[in-house]
């Protein structure tokens, strides 16, 4: 059940907070990168065949885009829909990733845009660089965190079967799939040393999807520029966009976070979009939401920061905004994107847009 956000607003109003670590984290995640950074060095010093090399490239980058296209864009922000086949896969993969259940990653993400950088962010930016690249998972939970979590609708998620199969039985599925599948493969198949198995495929390619996410909470809201909303932390970063298969435009993505691109077509490094794209030609992903070309382009003159290269602020200071926004009332399908919260929608014309100004892509366009 949903809580009343205005009765805990006034109890939160005075909330005191002192750090605490939480020492069982801090060991989890020393053997993960003492196990990371060892498998490494036997990488680089040709101890790991090529075959368990090629075979942790795979992982990493299945792993990855369980997380990015499957918790991130598909299950999170429902900027599109998907048959069971695909949500399968999608579980499969997110379990690999190891990066916690698909429900409690959502929750945790619906509440960093409802309370983007503030003390009810999981990874509030403003905490500095460390605490929200990793540091937020090494200490207690700010009690806003908890406090504005309950307010967090996840009913649609609670819908979904394979969802909550995952949530109830995620250490065991953790077990087969972002353990013991990628460490058995290659000892069984080509003769691996169950060491470089362990070291390579798992411990490596762990830390580094890790770190890979995790620079969207830290490097994407802290280092670039903001052409579509000046007024909000997260940046557009082309570093982390090739980092993380495409995440890194997010500047973009917190302006429109129900466009299933999560940046604008021309973006370089969108692997995860081309997926998408691939999935719905072949009918497994279909209703792709994107932003309107005359939504983006009322948006970057409006509340840009001027780097976009289409800035026209003088000449759309001018625009009648009824006349755009007639422009821009578009197929409706449903309000899902801005079902955990009307803030996500950025409120860009003064009155919440719900779900007009964006199209649905039956088929992806390539």
């Not at 605490?20 to 060892?38: D, K, M, P, S, Y």
């Not at 680089?44 to 490239?57: H, V």
């Not at 997380?67 to 896969?89: A, E, I, P, Q, Y």
């Not at 994107?290 to 003159?301: G, L, S």
Request: proline share 3%; aromatic share 16%.
């Amino acid at each position: 059940m949903v809580r009343d956000s205005k009765k805990d607003d006034r109890k939160s109003e005075n909330v005191q907070f002192e750090p605490e670590i939480v020492w069982h984290n801090v060991l989890l995640f020393a053997i993960l990168h003492t196990g990371g950074f060892w498998g490494l060095w036997r990488l680089m010093t040709f101890q790991i065949s090529l075959s368990t090399f090629i075979w942790s490239l795979a992982v990493a980058f299945a792993s990855l885009e369980g997380v990015m296209v499957g918790s991130h864009r598909f299950f999170c922000h429902r900027t599109f829909k998907g048959n069971t086949w695909f949500k399968l896969l999608v579980v499969v993969t997110q379990t690999m990733a190891g990066q916690n259940c698909i429900y409690i990653w959502s929750r945790d993400h619906r509440l960093h845009h409802k309370y983007s950088d503030t003390d009810a962010d999981p990874h509030n930016s403003t905490r500095g660089f460390f605490f929200c690249h990793m540091g937020w998972l090494l200490q207690r939970k700010h009690p806003l965190v908890k406090l504005k979590g309950k307010n967090i609708d996840m009913s649609d998620l609670e819908a979904e079967p394979l969802v909550m199969f995952q949530k109830k039985y995620y250490y065991l599925l953790y077990t087969v799939f972002a353990f013991g599948i990628p460490v058995f493969v290659p000892v069984y198949f080509w003769g691996e040393s169950v060491s470089n198995a362990l070291l390579g495929p798992y411990f490596l390619r762990y830390m580094l999807t890790l770190h890979g996410t995790w620079t969207v909470n830290s490097f994407a809201h802290l280092y670039g520029y903001r052409p579509y909303s000046k007024d909000i932390q997260p940046v557009e970063s082309e570093f982390v966009a090739f980092i993380s298969s495409g995440e890194g435009w997010h500047n973009f993505h917190h302006s429109f976070p129900w466009d299933y691109r999560a940046g604008e077509f021309g973006k370089r490094w969108n692997m995860s979009s081309h997926i998408v794209d691939w999935f719905a030609s072949i009918g497994w992903a279909y209703d792709l939401k994107c932003a309107t070309p005359e939504m983006v382009k009322y948006r970057v003159n409006k509340r840009g920061d001027g780097t976009h290269p289409s800035s026209q602020r003088e000449k759309y200071d001018d625009t009648d905004d009824s006349t755009v926004k007639e422009n821009m009332k578009t197929l409706l399908e449903d309000q899902s994107h801005s079902k955990f919260g009307e803030d996500d929608t950025e409120d860009i014309f003064g009155e919440k847009i719900s779900s007009e100004g964006f199209t649905i892509l039956n088929r992806a366009i390539a």
